[in-house]
C-alpha cells in the first residue's frame, strides 16, 4: 500500500510540475505576442518623437510616404473631441509577408498630444465617435505618456482613417497647463518594415549582388525562392540565397555589377508624419469676445440713431 501510494503521489507531482511548465511556457508566448506588435517603439524608446522632430517609427520602415491630420483649430477645456490620422494609399497592393506569402497591407499610427491631453474615457464618448472607433484599440505609448497614443497594426483596407477621441485638460484643475496654442504630431505607416528593431533586414527588401561578375544558374528551391550562382570576372563562384516572395529581375546569363538588384524592390509601403495646431480656449475670453461684440453692436446702433436724429435737427432748422 505505501508503495502504490508512493508512485501515485509521485505521478501526480509529475503531472503538477508538467503543467506549471505549460502554464509558464504559455504565459511567454502570450507576453513574447503581446510585446511583438503593434509598438516596437515602445521597448527601445522612452520618447518616439526624437530631438529632430522625427517620430522613430521611421528607423524601420524606410520609405517614406504622405500622411494627413485633422483637428479642431480650437477646443474649450474638459471637452471631448476628435483627431483624424488619414493613411492613403492604392487598396490593390499586396505586401510580403514574414512567411514569404503575399497579402494586404495593415496600418498603423501614432498622435503625440500635448502634456495634460490624453485619450477620451469611453463614458465620456459620444456614441458618433464610438461608431467611428469601434473594433480600433487605441492604447498609451506608456504609463507616464499617457499624451501619446498608439494604434496598429490593422487591416489597412477598413482603416485608411483613423479616429482617436481626445479629452482636453482643464487649466482651472491643473496648473501646469494653459490657454495657449498646442502642436499635435502624428504619424502613420503603411505596410511593413525593412528593418527589425534588433536592426536586422526584413524580408521586405530588395536583393543586390555582392559582386560583379555572370549569372551561370538560377535554381527555384523546393521550400520557395531562389538560388542565384554567379561567377565573378576573377573566376571565384558565389551563391545569392533569394528569400520567398520576391520577383527575380535578372535571368541566367546576365552580366551583374556589384550591388545591382537581383530582385524587385517589393516595399509598397511606408512611413510619413505630418502636425497640426490646437489653441486651448478659455471660455472666460470666449463670453469677453461676446460681450465687446454685443456692446460694439448696440453702440453703432446709437451712434446711427443719433445721427438721424441730428439730421432731422438740422432740417427742421433749415425750414424754419
Request: glycine share 8%; net charge neutral.
Given at each position: 500500500?505505501?508503495l502504490?501510494?508512493?508512485?501515485?503521489?509521485?505521478k501526480?507531482?509529475?503531472?503538477?510540475?508538467?503543467?506549471?511548465?505549460?502554464?509558464?511556457?504559455?504565459n511567454?508566448?502570450?507576453?513574447n505576442?503581446?510585446?511583438?506588435?503593434?509598438?516596437?517603439?515602445?521597448q527601445?524608446?522612452?520618447?518616439?518623437r526624437?530631438?529632430?522632430?522625427?517620430?522613430?517609427?521611421?528607423?524601420c520602415h524606410?520609405?517614406?510616404?504622405?500622411?494627413?491630420?485633422?483637428?479642431?483649430?480650437?477646443?474649450l477645456?474638459?471637452?471631448?473631441?476628435?483627431t483624424?490620422?488619414?493613411i492613403?494609399?492604392?487598396?490593390?497592393?499586396?505586401?510580403?509577408l514574414?512567411?514569404?506569402?503575399?497579402?494586404?497591407l495593415?496600418?498603423?499610427a501614432?498622435?503625440?498630444?500635448p502634456?495634460?491631453?490624453?485619450?477620451?474615457?469611453?463614458?465620456?464618448?459620444?456614441?458618433?465617435?464610438?461608431?467611428?472607433?469601434?473594433?480600433?484599440?487605441?492604447?498609451?505609448?506608456?504609463?507616464?505618456?499617457?499624451?501619446?497614443?498608439?494604434?496598429?497594426?490593422?487591416?489597412?483596407?477598413?482603416?485608411?482613417?483613423?479616429?482617436?477621441?481626445?479629452?482636453?485638460?482643464?487649466?482651472?484643475?491643473?496648473?501646469?497647463i494653459?490657454?495657449?496654442k498646442?502642436?499635435i504630431?502624428?504619424?502613420?505607416?503603411r505596410?511593413r518594415?525593412?528593418?527589425?528593431?534588433?536592426?536586422d533586414?526584413?524580408?521586405?527588401?530588395?536583393?543586390?549582388?555582392?559582386?560583379?561578375?555572370?549569372?551561370?544558374?538560377?535554381?527555384?528551391?523546393?521550400?520557395?525562392?531562389?538560388?542565384?550562382d554567379?561567377?565573378?570576372?576573377?573566376?571565384?563562384?558565389?551563391?545569392e540565397?533569394i528569400?520567398?516572395?520576391?520577383?527575380l529581375?535578372?535571368?541566367?546569363?546576365?552580366?551583374?555589377?556589384?550591388?545591382?538588384?537581383?530582385?524587385?524592390?517589393?516595399?509598397?509601403?511606408?512611413?510619413?508624419?505630418?502636425?497640426t495646431?490646437?489653441?486651448?480656449?478659455?471660455?472666460v475670453?470666449?463670453?469677453?469676445?461676446i460681450?465687446?461684440?454685443?456692446?460694439?453692436?448696440?453702440?453703432?446702433i446709437?451712434f446711427?440713431?443719433?445721427?438721424?436724429?441730428?439730421?432731422k435737427?438740422?432740417?427742421?432748422?433749415?425750414?424754419?
Open positions: 500500500m505505501n502504490h501510494y508512493q508512485n501515485n503521489l509521485i501526480k507531482m509529475i503531472m503538477l510540475l508538467f503543467l506549471i511548465i505549460g502554464i509558464s511556457q504559455t511567454l508566448l502570450l507576453q505576442k503581446a510585446q511583438a506588435f503593434p509598438v516596437y517603439a515602445q527601445g524608446y522612452e520618447n518616439p526624437e530631438a529632430t522632430g522625427r517620430i522613430v517609427c521611421a528607423n524606410l520609405a517614406q510616404k504622405n500622411i494627413s491630420i485633422e483637428a479642431p483649430k480650437s477646443i477645456p474638459n471637452t471631448v473631441f476628435e483624424t490620422v488619414k492613403p494609399y492604392n487598396l490593390q497592393s499586396k505586401q510580403i514574414s512567411n514569404g506569402t503575399k497579402g494586404k495593415n496600418v498603423g501614432i498622435v503625440i498630444l502634456d495634460g491631453f490624453q485619450l477620451a474615457p469611453s463614458n465620456l464618448i459620444s456614441d458618433e465617435i464610438k461608431a467611428k472607433t469601434k473594433n480600433v484599440y487605441i492604447q498609451p505609448y506608456s504609463t507616464d505618456k499617457k499624451n501619446i497614443l498608439v494604434v496598429g497594426p490593422m487591416a489597412g483596407n477598413a482603416n485608411q482613417e483613423i479616429t482617436f477621441p481626445i479629452l482636453s485638460p482643464d487649466p482651472n484643475k491643473d496648473k501646469s494653459h490657454f495657449l498646442y502642436p504630431y502624428a504619424g502613420g505607416n505596410g518594415g525593412q528593418v527589425y528593431p534588433n536592426g533586414k526584413s524580408n521586405n527588401n530588395a536583393i543586390t549582388s555582392s559582386i560583379s561578375g555572370k549569372i551561370t544558374d538560377i535554381q527555384e528551391l523546393e521550400k520557395g525562392g531562389y538560388q542565384i554567379i561567377q565573378a570576372l576573377d573566376g571565384n563562384n558565389i551563391s540565397n528569400p520567398p516572395g520576391l520577383d529581375q535578372v535571368a541566367k546569363g546576365d552580366n551583374v555589377i556589384s550591388n545591382q538588384l537581383l530582385t524587385q524592390d517589393p516595399n509598397v509601403g511606408g512611413f510619413g508624419q505630418n502636425e495646431e490646437i489653441v486651448l480656449q478659455s471660455p475670453r470666449i463670453q469677453g469676445m460681450a465687446f461684440f454685443i456692446i460694439t453692436a448696440i453702440s453703432q446709437f446711427v440713431l443719433k445721427k438721424k436724429q441730428w439730421e435737427v438740422q432740417v427742421s432748422e433749415m425750414n424754419f
